[in-house]
């Protein structure tokens, strides 16, 4: 199938074959591997309201919208990009990315995302002011960065054992965690998953002049070189 009869075939099964959690859903695709008789698709589904809001705000603010992305596919195309960190394709790379409010954590192996998990933080309204520079800070920050931290590192540990066992079948496991995020603290996190965690930790805190709070927004600036190479790659193998 041709890209453009992909998109058709993934249009009309959307919803039905192709089951989605959304009441409306918005997809792309990537074709990352193909013969004359078999094709790899990577999908990812987002919900369409959520779209239409971003899409409102940016042109509300005379930005033009061209692409959407999920933050940890953003940082993983910069570190790539960037050759940060090498990266082995049969590693399975964590790229936990924290924040005040949320957690997420995406695995990549053979360059692909694998597994996605992302947790909200409850107490965030308690816990956390913005500053005017834009810096997220704890109200009180001891002991509530403590505990904060150890909550943390407990659902990592937590979905650390998950993958390892459930997703491998507890023939392998996490290889490296590359540490991320828009927050204060990364630094003493890192400490501490370093006296937790026997695997190397990277913290990734900027690409040339570009800080860590927006490197999310660097990769996804590499999107569209990187759908035309990954192009490039499906015609040439074909």
Not at 180 to 189: M, V
Not at 195 to 220: C, D, M, T, W
């Amino acid at each position: 199938l041709t890209e453009s009869e992909v998109k058709d075939y993934l249009n009309l099964h959307m919803g039905q074959s192709i089951r989605s959690p959304f009441k409306e859903t918005s997809f792309h695709h990537e074709i990352v591997w193909q013969n004359e008789t078999e094709q790899k698709v990577i999908l990812m589904l987002y919900p369409t309201a959520t779209i239409r809001e971003f899409e409102t705000i940016l042109t509300g603010a005379s930005l033009d919208p061209l692409f959407a992305d999920v933050s940890s596919l953003c940082l993983y195309r910069m570190i790539e990009s960037n050759k940060a960190i090498e990266l082995g394709e049969n590693n399975h790379t964590l790229v936990f990315q924290w924040s005040p409010t949320h957690t997420t954590m995406m695995v990549f192996n053979q360059n692909l995302p694998k597994f996605v998990r992302n947790s909200r933080n409850p107490s965030f309204f308690d816990d956390w002011e913005l500053t005017a520079e834009g810096d997220w800070l704890l109200k009180e920050e001891q002991p509530a960065l403590q505990n904060h931290i150890k909550e943390t590192l407990d659902v990592l540990e937590r979905f650390l054992e998950f993958y390892r066992y459930s997703v491998l079948d507890g023939k392998n496991g996490i290889t490296e965690i590359v540490l991320a995020g828009d927050f204060s603290y990364t630094e003493e996190l890192k400490e501490n998953m370093e006296n937790r965690f026997y695997l190397p930790i990277h913290h990734i805190k900027q690409a040339g002049e570009v800080e860590s709070k927006y490197l999310p927004l660097y990769g996804l600036s590499l999107k569209q070189k990187r759908m035309n190479k990954t192009k490039q790659k499906v015609v040439k193998e074909a």
